[in-house]
């Protein structure tokens, strides 16, 4: 298994550019999260799914943000227009609802910078 | 009030120590906690979880939970340098689905 799949690992854009972020969940887990992380405000969940609809997006900052999931191996973070206040490690992670471990497994980060 | 709180330290701790990480929960509803561990650059781990009153241990480590006081602790025993990393706390609050996580402690084991 090779695990939750983030690209790209690094981003550098300048404001006012977009920035779209992508993610291959585990095959099988039919939860998918987009985590943002900064030193201030530590891990805050954005949005997640469940069977590809989004379910709670109360934590996505404002329009700028849009979240995908067009089919089950597949997750898209759009930032447009982005801003420097949006510079973080944006980390997706997915679940499976079997079991009463739902833990998750984290893809390894998607470190964005906006100059 | 933060919904999962947690003394961001450092927790300092020689080696073979115990260390002993803390959390706060401010839901009384809240149902499973999980304890993540994050090295630096790295993305967090999951090291267990608990939704039981009581204690869970797993090799070194052990979760402990306390649903009336609101409170969830990790104990690691022997502690390595290793463990040196940022440990996340989680939970599932009443009405989500989702972890809310703690702002993470970090953890030095002084060799």
């Known amino acids: 298994d090779a695990g939750v799949i983030q690209s790209p690992r690094h981003e550098v854009t300048e404001m006012g550019q977009e920035v779209t972020l992508r993610c291959k969940p585990i095959?099988?887990?039919?939860?998918l999260f987009w985590y943002r992380q900064t030193m201030m405000r530590g891990l805050e969940l954005l949005i997640y799914?469940?069977?590809?609809?989004?379910?709670?997006d109360s934590g996505m900052p404002e329009d700028r943000f849009s979240a995908k999931m067009p089919n089950a191996s597949f997750s898209t973070l759009k930032i447009q227009p982005s801003e420097p206040r949006d510079s973080a490690v944006y980390f997706c992670?997915?679940?499976?609802?079997?079991?009463?471990?739902?833990?998750?497994?984290f893809g390894s980060g998607t470190r964005l910078t906006v100059v | 009030q933060k919904e999962v709180e947690q003394n961001s330290g450092p927790l300092s701790v020689p080696e073979g120590a115990i260390a002993s990480l803390n959390c706060t929960y401010s839901d009384r509803g809240s149902q499973s906690f999980f304890w993540y561990r994050q090295y630096s650059g790295k993305s967090p781990e999951l090291i267990m979880f608990?939704?039981?009153?009581g204690d869970k241990e797993d090799g070194r480590f052990t979760a402990q939970l306390n649903k009336a006081s609101q409170y969830v602790s990790l104990l690691i025993r022997d502690s390595q340098p290793s463990d040196s990393a940022t440990y996340l706390c989680a939970g599932v609050l009443t009405g989500r689905r989702a972890l809310t996580f703690g702002s993470g402690t970090r953890l030095q084991v002084q060799p």
């Open positions: 095959s099988g887990h039919d939860y």
């Open positions: 608990i939704y039981s009153n």
């Open positions: 992670a997915s679940s499976t609802r079997t079991g009463t471990n739902y833990g998750y497994t």
């Open positions: 799914f469940n069977n590809n609809v989004p379910i709670d």
